[in-house]
């Protein structure tokens, strides 16, 4: 249980920085 919320947890917080991280990669795939 207490993996479970700390996964959750992480997911909820990590979510945007993910989210902006692949955005970036992204960014750059398309410049090079």
Known sequence: VMKHYTFSN???N???F???FFHLISS???TF
């Open 10 to 12: 992480l997911s909820e």
């Open 14 to 16: 990590s979510q945007r």
């Open 18 to 20: 993910v989210a902006a």
């Open 28 to 30: 750059l795939a398309e």
